[in-house]
């Protein structure tokens, strides 16, 4: 199984799909035929929907996975960090 993107870096407030690919012994596609869930291991950080978009809603690490009903589970970090700000100069 694996899952992508590995170890993204999400803004404060902001959002990142992920998707997942996943074989079973004999290097079958099974993606879409067995029922996956997302899970964040900290929601004050992030949250992750069923369909793997991950909202960012503080600053820190947490840890996104993923669980199919006949595999392994599969876990990779998050970062999400603060908004990035930009300031124009202006005359005087």
């Known amino acids: 199984m694996s899952i992508s993107p590995l170890n993204p870096t999400v803004q404060f407030g902001g959002t990142q799909q992920f998707t997942t690919t996943a074989f079973d012994a004999g290097s079958h596609n099974v993606t879409s ?6 899970s964040s291991s900290n929601s004050s950080v992030g949250t992750i929907s069923s369909t793997g978009l991950f909202t960012a809603h503080g600053c820190g690490t947490t840890n996104v996975r993923v669980d199919y009903t006949v595999l392994p589970p599969d876990v990779h970090s998050v970062r999400a960090g603060p908004r990035s700000h930009s300031a124009s100069p202006t005359a005087s």
């Open 33 to 38: 035929v067995f029922p996956r869930t997302f």
